[in-house]
């Protein structure tokens, strides 16, 4: 009886006090999120996602090459443009997963910085959906939704929390899409 009377009495200070730091920094779901190193489309630089976006807005978007959203590289590079002053970032990355992508990242980067005039950060290729997804996807897929498609896109607020995600078909530049952006910034 005292044994489960102290059980009762130190259970649930015990979890308050490791919950509690996590609940209480609002940066604990950025650095889940941002918390690894990816390396450029088609360049040799190591980026620390933490200190890129860490404390930012993001759009986040995983990508194709040779898919039929492709041509959504020309609005997420005017919302870039649009929001890039006011601090928001735009994420690109490129994905295979749904079959879409060049097998030669000097291709995937020749349609993007050349052919669509991207000037927003782009990774190398990693997958985003399953198993094989790449823990940034992983996270976001836990906090909202994994992707269903190419171009699907995510808007995640200075904490690093997944506050609105968008399927392919509705445009980076969409009323509702902008309008997420806005509450964020």
């Not at 993001?58 to 929001?83: I, M, P, W």
């Not at 349609?111 to 399953?130: H, K, L, Q, R, S």
């Amino acid at each position: 009886m005292l044994r489960q009377s102290l059980r009762n009495l130190l259970l649930p200070a015990a979890l308050a006090a490791v919950c509690a730091p996590a609940l209480a920094d609002p940066g604990a779901a950025g650095a889940a999120l941002f918390n690894h190193e990816l390396r450029r489309l088609h360049s040799d630089e190591v980026v620390k996602l933490g200190e890129r976006f860490g404390g930012q807005p993001v759009l986040v978007v995983n990508t194709a090459s040779h898919c039929g959203f492709t041509d959504q590289f020309r609005e997420l590079e005017a919302v870039h443009r649009k929001y890039k002053d006011r601090g928001l970032k735009v994420a690109g990355f490129p994905s295979d997963d749904f079959r879409q992508e060049a097998n030669d990242e000097a291709k995937t980067a020749a349609v993007c910085f050349e052919n669509f005039g991207v000037t927003f950060d782009m990774f190398a290729p990693i997958a985003v959906t399953g198993e094989r997804a790449h823990p940034l996807f992983r996270e976001i897929a836990r906090q909202s939704s994994a992707p269903r498609w190419n171009f699907h896109k995510y808007v995640i607020d200075r904490s690093g929390r997944v506050v609105a995600a968008f399927p392919s078909r509705v445009k980076p530049d969409a009323p509702e899409v902008l309008k997420a952006i806005e509450q964020v910034l």
